[in-house]
């Protein structure tokens, strides 16, 4: 609503209670309270005040209730924002709301509505409810079979010149697997994958001392003689999931970077030929005279800071008077250039902005 306060009793009731009554209800209370000059004169207003007296159209049968439903369906129409706030000056015209201005039946059935969407609402809640529950459950027997699963699955990609092939999910696969081993092959390696079959004599690799195949020897008999599950001496992981079968994960610090740039701190002598590069800044400087060189431009620079920098003329796009360079200063000496007392008058100056012509470049 605008910000604008127009008194007006019956417009300040019909713009509050539009909201929560409906179009029957707020005509025929207003048409008992107020009296039909009261009713034109607040429809002649509201007309005026959005600026559609042209569309007003006069009454003569029943013109109250239908100036009403007039007024009605131009506040509904149109724009709140363009709509003025109207209030009460006098608060003894404000007519009361009771339940004999009120249709029964309308609130009934809203009531009625809002029941069903409310159960429809708790439907839909436990349904989702139950859908979580299962895939909760889902989660939970899935992490429980691949903690039971897991361990096989890392021994089927062991290096199998190292006697890990060994390890298998029962005595009696740990058992053949280390009879019927061989010398390391491609069709051992392959071989890993495939059930476990019944020990069958094969040709042991040839011992490289004793001392290293005693010990082997005396492990396979008492594994084999204890026939120990793969559970018992191949260690689990921990299970660290919760309740409801969610893992806490941590997160790992990055690692440092090993090659990192570093930089040189010796002192420079005058003698030393290695020596850093200076990072310079180049400047642009302009409205100089069209007699101008380069070597003018390095010369002045020259003798102000003991330093020769690189100059280059820059191509204007127009024909003008006058002629532009870009000086390409060290960053120790940029103080120094970018001062007003470093140019003389009438010199134009700034850092360059853009990319540099790499043509004409002079000394």
């Known amino acids: 609503m605008s910000e604008k306060l127009v008194a007006n009793e019956l417009l300040a009731f019909l713009q509050q209670k539009l909201d929560v009554m409906d179009e029957v209800s707020a005509i025929q209370i207003c048409s008992s309270n107020f009296s039909e000059d009261d009713i034109a004169a607040s ?14 159209v006069s009454r003569r049968r029943d013109g ?4 009403l439903q007039d007024v009605i369906t131009l506040l509904k129409e149109t724009d709140p924002d363009d709509v003025p706030t109207f209030v009460a000056k006098d608060l003894n015209k404000l007519p009361p709301v009771t339940f004999d ?3 029964v039946t309308c609130l009934l059935k809203d009531i009625v509505s809002l029941k069903a969407s409310l159960a429809d609402v708790h439907r839909k809640l436990e349904a989702s409810q139950k859908d979580v529950t299962d895939l909760r459950k889902e989660v939970v027997e899935l992490r429980t079979s691949v903690n039971k699963t897991g361990s096989p699955a890392r021994v089927s990609n062991v290096n199998t010149r190292r006697g890990a092939c060994l390890l298998d999910t029962s005595a009696t696969s740990f058992a053949s697997a280390v009879l019927s081993s061989s010398s390391p092959t491609a069709e051992s390696a392959k071989g890993a994958d495939r059930m476990p079959q019944p020990p069958a004599p094969a040709i042991m690799p040839h011992p490289r001392s004793a001392t290293q195949t005693a010990r082997p020897n005396k492990q396979l008999v008492s594994v084999c003689a204890s026939a120990v599950p793969l559970h018992n001496l191949v260690p689990q992981p921990r299970n660290r999931a919760d309740e409801d079968g969610f893992v806490t994960v941590l997160k790992r610090k990055h690692r440092k970077r090993t090659n990192q740039n570093c930089c040189g701190k010796a002192p420079v002598e005058p003698q030393t030929r290695v020596r850093a590069a200076q990072p310079n800044t180049p400047v642009y400087i302009s409205r100089l005279h069209y007699s101008i060189r380069a070597e003018d431009i390095a010369d002045y620079v020259r003798q102000k800071v003991q330093y020769a920098p690189r100059v280059q003329l820059l ?19 940029l103080h120094l250039v970018m001062d007003d007392n470093f140019w003389p008058q009438g010199v134009v100056f700034r850092r360059f902005r853009g990319q540099i012509p790499t043509e004409r470049t002079n000394t």
């Open 101 to 103: 201005h009120v249709d």
């Open 43 to 56: 429809k002649l207003l509201v007309f005026k005040l959005l600026n559609k007296s042209d569309q007003m």
């Open 315 to 333: 191509e204007l796009r127009r024909n003008v008077n006058f002629k532009a360079f870009v000086v390409r200063v060290p960053n120790c000496f």
């Open 64 to 67: 109250t209730k239908k100036s």
